[in-house]
């Protein structure tokens, strides 16, 4: 059974509180992204350990294994993201359709234990390299693929952001 898939901008999420999560990311220092990410970690160790792991709440939504694998893929995406800011003048980000992602790959399907183990790994790296970021890298640039301007902070921001609100997505 497939997910519509989601279209909506969330770009705005970088420059304002989220009203869904009430996360506003828009707050976070440089300093603080890696640490955001960390802090999500606790959440997702219970959630993979539950019994209903593999249960879509309704069938437009994803089960808590769908969206654990989706944030395990989100800090890779947003590492290669940042590895190409500080590597090269304004890059353009290669697409990532998340809908697809979760179809090709079989979230659904996936060992819940390896989501895990997967995801805590993506996550130190993502979170290791904000860490090492120079405040002065903070406003390189670069460009989504559908035209979304990005400095290193804000995509910090932007993922920060998306962390936090798929554990708000999980938390029943």
Same mark, same amino acid.
């Given at each position: 059974?497939?997910? !519509? ?9 970088? &420059?304002?509180? *989220?009203?869904? *999560? =009430? @996360?506003?990311?828009? /707050? /976070?220092? /440089? ?15 219970? #959630?993979?350990?539950? &019994? ?7 069938? =437009? ?15 890779? #995406?947003?590492? =290669? ?11 353009? @980000? ?21 989501? /895990?183990?997967?995801? &805590?790994?993506?996550?130190?790296? @993502? ?8 405040? !002065? ?12 301007? @990005? ?18 997505? !999980?938390?029943?």
């Amino acid at each position: 059974m497939s997910i !519509t898939p989601d279209t909506k901008d969330w770009t705005w999420v970088i &420059e304002q509180e *989220c009203p869904d *999560c =009430g @996360f506003n990311a828009s /707050l /976070l220092t /440089l300093d603080q992204i890696g640490d955001t990410a960390r802090a999500q970690l606790p959440h997702w160790r219970e #959630v993979l350990t539950r &019994e209903d792991v593999r249960e879509r709440p309704n069938p =437009g939504v994803w089960s808590a294994l769908e969206y654990a694998a989706h944030v395990r893929d989100v800090h890779k #995406v947003m590492l =290669g993201r940042l590895n190409l800011m500080l590597t090269q003048d304004n890059p353009g @980000f290669p697409n990532w359709d998340q809908d697809e992602a979760a179809e090709t790959g079989n979230y659904a399907a996936q060992d819940p234990q390896q989501v /895990l183990a997967d995801l &805590e790994a993506n996550a130190e790296e @993502f979170a290791a390299a904000y860490d090492a970021v120079e405040p !002065t890298h903070a406003d390189r640039t670069g460009l989504r693929s559908n035209g979304s301007h @990005f400095t290193v902070l804000t995509l910090g921001r932007y993922a920060a952001h998306d962390l936090v609100h798929h554990v708000w997505d !999980t938390r029943n």
